[in-house]
């Protein structure tokens, strides 16, 4: 029986692992740069889309998930330029990619959706290199490599002088400016990895489900903040690297309470309820015990 | 004080998860032991994937599978999230179910993905085309662990419909030739046309909803009678066909239930109820010991049957009393 936890457990890791992309991705809009990005539900289909279409039609795997980060890339681009460029509100201006991207996404699948069962995929490719047979284990390598991958890149990009302009730019805009850092150009730059990181999270994920739909990035950036607050709420991070390990963590523990909330057989309806609970608790822990210490705590952003 | 508090809530955290998890396997180990386990996945909860659940499990029962006597049903629902649907089916496969009746496409194909190191056999519903889908190689020999029961529409049956109320030699189509599920329709209409005496079918496509008009009114004078394939284009402008088939007399027949609504003399379509019980008795084989990857993929016969004499009327003809007595439904006091 406790290989079902086991199961459990190592499933809920490999979700925490995937979804970990979006999480991240999610981080470094609405906590480093202060951009509130809704892209992500699109953007998260788009790579998806571009992924499997280029794997159907015979691509390398590895190079169609590249390519997949590549058009998140370019999807986050054109939100920061709605932006920066035409001074659109950063929440209206995600709306309005998501929206389109909607569209986009139909167009690059030719239809709603595309199937990827039976097709070479990362997982299959690193099986078959490794000669590892069962599914999770190839799963959790492949998902593992990855995260592993990009949090090394990012963990040395954040530390280098334009990184610390981004992460600056989020914390004061004007200061920033002031030493001569072009914000418009950090913002861009913030939000286009964002999304191609969150595009590369959908191309996994749907080479690991064996399917891209049309719907699947519907709530993505309700997972992605409420795995951001989450980690934040329990694991308090400082420094880089910690930080992008909190938000892994906090990505973990959401898929394992919807996991465990799936075991439990509750209702299809109280699901959402539950994830909302779960991220009004973590959101409301930090300042219920400051107010136990008697510590002033600012009231809350309204945007 | 406050540094010791937030690593001593994350070990509680942790802690409280790792016992609910255990509890919850011992919960599963208690439930008493039932013939077969059979885990039920829906995408989202909506009146046609509902009754098919429905038509299911009371099919089951017919087939000696009784609830609560000697199957054990675990239903989920997706709730409309893609990533629900594979931790679901995931928990099915952790679980060990001795099969998955997986409702919709997506569930599927999560399922079909996450039994893949298992023998775990997998039925489907409510899915149009198991082949383009990616679960099944072909509609007779699926050749994996997947078998089910579609809901493809039978326009042979569609068009027989329309041929007993009114016999036409020239049959007129009005389609989107860019739909490519009209195109498969069409051309499963022209396979059937000879055994339903038609002599010739004539087409008129439409690009858009704005040229839906132009082409009904190309069709005047070429033909006997229309028949309206499930196509989204026409169906936005079914009216402008309706009103000039009423105009010049031309029996106007539609596929489906929603497209014969807009005015068409019959429609025909399937219940997702029967699509449910046709599921369950390809389960009932399965769970016998049958392999699946030999069980051929089951259509399911239409039986919702949409007349509408009021329209009848104005388009010059008359529907057979025989074939007004099949109705299941029949149109209000519209003119």
Known sequence: ?303 | MNKKIIPILSVVCVVLAVVLVVVLTRGIGGQPAMEYKVGITQIVTHDALDLCRQGFIDQMEDEGFVEEENVNYILRNAGGDMSTASSIADYFVSVDVDLIFSIATPTTQACASAVEDTDIPIVFAAVTDPVAAGFAANWTVPGGQVTGASDWADVGAQVKLGMDIYPAARLGVIYNDGEVNSVVQVDELKKVAASLNITEIVEATAASTADVYAAAMSLVGSVDAIWEPSDNTVAAAIGSVVAVCEEYDIPLFASDISMAKGGAISGLGLDYYVNGQEAAKLAARVLRGENPANIPISTTPMTIVYLCPAAAAEMGVTIPPAVLDTATEVCGNQS
């Open chain 1, 1 to 303: 029986m406790l290989d079902v936890a086991g199961h459990v457990l190592s499933f809920s890791l490999y979700e925490g692992l995937v979804f970990g992309f979006v999480a991240i991705g999610v981080y470094l809009t609405f906590r480093v740069l202060g951009f509130p990005d809704l892209t992500v539900d699109g953007s998260f289909t788009l790579g998806a889309a571009v992924a499997a279409v280029l794997i159907v039609k015979g691509v390398n795997p590895s190079l169609a998930t590249l390519a997949a980060f590549g058009v998140g890339l370019c999807a986050g681009l054109a939100t920061s330029l709605l932006n920066t460029k035409l001074r659109i509100p950063a929440l209206l201006a995600g709306i309005l990619m998501m929206v389109a991207l909607y569209s986009i996404n139909l167009r690059v699948m030719g239809g709603a959706n595309v199937s990827l069962l039976r097709e070479v995929t990362i997982f299959t490719q690193v099986s078959e290199f490794l000669g590892v047979g069962t599914r999770i284990v190839r799963s959790l390598i492949v998902a593992g490599g990855l995260v592993v991958i990009v949090f090394f890149i990012l963990n040395w990009f954040l530390r280098t002088e334009i990184g610390l302009a981004l992460r600056a730019t989020g914390d004061n805009e004007q200061m920033v400016r002031g030493f001569g850092v072009n914000t418009d150009m950090t913002t861009i730059l913030g939000v286009s990895i964002s999304n191609g990181l969150v595009a590369l999270g959908g191309a996994v994920v749907a080479q690991g489900q064996g399917f891209a739909d049309v719907g699947m990035g519907i709530g993505m950036i309700v997972m992605g903040l409420a795995a951001v607050i989450i980690g934040e709420a329990l694991f308090r991070p400082k420094g880089v690297a910690r930080l992008l390990l909190a938000v892994l963590g906090g990505t973990f523990i959401y898929r394992l309470v919807i996991s465990i909330a799936l075991r439990l057989g509750i209702a299809p309806g109280d699901l959402k309820l539950i994830t909302a609970v779960l991220v009004i608790i973590a959101l409301a822990v930090p300042y219920l015990q400051k107010k136990v210490q008697r510590e002033w705590m600012p009231p809350a952003a309204r945007w």
